[in-house]
């Protein structure tokens, strides 16, 4: 009885172990795998020098080309237009300083006639007015009065005023030769006309837009 539950308890561990020693010997007859070693392959290589060089990269886009420098023709003076260059119309093209509208100058010729008229009744008034000056200091000197004498008796006063007369008078002839000169409506840079409001015989007064130019260079 002790020899049948000795084998019922020992039959399951020597199965096992059979079969651990079965699994033993066949993992030991197993054949050995081949060795493939594969040789190294080699690698491309491309050498060349670095440069330095400079490169031009083309964009494409859109947008509005714009001139640097435009402006409206606006005269300083009022007049009648009596002469317009072929330069001055729409898309023309005109050179610096090219006559684009001449306004009639008459008025302004006879303004220049009558300051150089008021500048000579000026200087004429101050000479007269510095020889009188000369002639009450001399008559004062011969006088030997006491008391000294006043500017007004020296007629220095009357000198004083005439200077001033004549720088006002010089000064209303420097205006009338600048709006003589304001009748011609020029422009300082080469360029193109955009818009044109006027044209000849038409009166324009000062501060008016007679037309729209733009500068070509930029």
């Known amino acids: 009885f002790k020899v049948k539950k000795l084998l019922r308890y020992a039959a399951p561990v020597l199965v096992l172990a059979a079969g651990f020693l079965i699994i033993q010997v066949l993992v030991a007859a197993k054949p050995e795998p081949e060795k493939n070693d594969e040789e190294a392959r080699p690698i491309s290589l491309y050498v060349d020098e670095v440069r330095s060089e400079k490169v031009t990269?083309?964009?494409?886009?859109?947008?509005?080309v714009r001139p640097k420098t435009e402006i409206d023709l606006i005269p300083q003076v009022s007049g009648r237009i009596v002469a317009m260059s072929e330069s001055f119309n729409e898309g023309a093209e005109f050179t610096p300083d090219s006559l684009l509208v001449k306004i009639?100058?008459?008025?302004y010729r006879l303004a220049v006639i009558g300051a150089?008229?008021?500048?000579?009744?000026?200087q004429t008034s101050l000479e007269r007015q510095l020889a009188t000056a000369e002639l009450?200091?001399?008559e004062w000197r011969e006088?030997?009065?006491?008391?000294?004498?006043?500017?007004?008796?020296?007629?220095?006063?009357?000198?004083?005023?005439?200077?001033?007369?004549?720088?006002?008078?010089?000064?209303?002839?420097?205006?009338?030769?600048?709006?003589?000169e304001r009748t011609e409506i020029k422009v300082p840079f080469y360029g193109r006309v955009r818009d044109?409001?006027?044209?000849?015989?038409?009166?324009?007064?000062?501060?008016?837009t007679v037309g729209r130019v733009f500068s070509i260079d930029v």
Do not use: C, W
């Open 136 to 138: 009450k200091a001399e």
């Open 196 to 208: 044109r409001y006027a044209g000849i015989g038409q009166y324009v007064t000062a501060g008016s």
């Open 143 to 180: 006088g030997k009065k006491n008391q000294e004498p006043t500017p007004f008796a020296l007629n220095l006063t009357q000198v004083a005023e005439a200077e001033a007369m004549l720088l006002s008078a010089k000064a209303d002839l420097r205006k009338a030769r600048i709006d003589l």
């Open 116 to 122: 150089e008229a008021r500048v000579a009744g000026a």
């Open 104 to 107: 009639d100058d008459t008025d």
């Open 57 to 64: 990269i083309a964009v494409r886009t859109q947008g509005e």
